[in-house]
């Protein structure tokens, strides 16, 4: 099981849930990543339109993406909602999910090698590696790209950098991933097609220090499509949102217009 700092979820955190028991006005879930807790998703929270019966959103036993409403720190209990995540918040934390399952499963392998419980691997590797990298599996990668200095840089020990390190080459793959979307840049001044240039080229020098690969090429005037490609799919939506808002924010201040929708 994915292991968590914290005892309890907070307000607004997205959560991993096995649906227990359905009833009519509402479900019982336990929380995968915090199994001391109980969690309940009322009927009002199932769906944003009318809910003619809940086990068209809700099934026994299927694993589920909900959000926090409302926590009950002394009963450890919280309330959740269904219709309250968006697709684009139940993918990422889909992925989150398997990447920490991923991470965990590498972590008991190195406790394993060097005579250790799972417990001292978070401790003395896992937690460093999460503050360090912003998730662990992150810190598996980097050690697979670039062996075991950034595991030292970041704090790890010596003994367990050299087996995480051994660990993510031989078992972690670096595969590529790619994000995409329409962006359009509308300018009606006379000189509206320099001004355009202009928010495209500050959008791709924003990109300076990430290490990705991007192309814009015309997807029929005033569209332009961008394809980000990068190492993981946390750096190519860091890298998409800051490219986004420089050619968003460059076309405003020249007085054009502009909008994007992701593909």
């Given amino acids: 099981m994915v292991r968590k700092r914290r005892t309890i979820p907070e307000i607004g955190e997205l959560v991993i849930a096995t649906v227990k028991v359905v009833f009519d006005k509402g ?33 026994e036993g299927r694993k589920t993406v909900l959000k926090v409403i409302r926590v009950d720190q002394a009963k450890k209990h919280v309330d959740l909602s269904l219709r309250r995540v968006n697709e684009k918040e139940r993918r990422e934390k ?37 503050d360090a990298f912003g998730e662990i599996f992150t810190g598996f990668e980097e050690a697979a790209a670039k062996g075991v200095k950034p595991l030292l840089k970041a704090g790890v020990p010596e003994e367990w950098a050299e087996v995480i390190a051994a660990l993510a080459e031989s078992y972690v793959e670096l595969p590529e991933v790619k994000v995409s979307g329409i962006l359009q840049l509308v300018s009606t001044a ?35 499509r961008i394809d980000i490609v990068a190492k993981n799919y946390h750096i190519a939506e860091a890298a998409l949102n800051r490219l986004i808002k420089k050619a968003l924010d460059t076309i405003s201040s020249l007085n054009g217009t502009g909008s994007f929708t992701r593909l």
């Avoid at 336990?30 to 959103?57: A, K, M, Q």
């Avoid at 190195?110 to 460093?128: E, F, P």
């Avoid at 928010?199 to 220090?209: F, H, K, Q, T």
Wanted: charged share 30%.
């Fill in 94 to 130: 889909l992925l989150e999910w398997k990447r920490a399952q991923r991470a965990e499963k590498l972590l008991e392998l190195a406790a394993k090698r060097l005579g250790k419980t799972l417990d001292d691997a978070y401790i003395s590797a896992g937690w460093i590696m999460e």
């Fill in 190 to 224: 006379p000189d509206g097609i320099l001004r355009i240039k202009k928010a495209l080229i500050e959008a791709l020098n924003s990109l300076r220090g990430f290490e990705v690969s991007c192309k814009i090429y015309s997807a029929g005037a005033p569209k332009y």
């Fill in 27 to 59: 479900a019982y879930v336990t929380l995968d990543e915090y199994p001391t807790v109980d969690g309940y998703v009322p009927i009002g929270e199932v769906s944003s339109s009318w809910v003619h019966n809940i086990r068209d959103f809700l099934k």
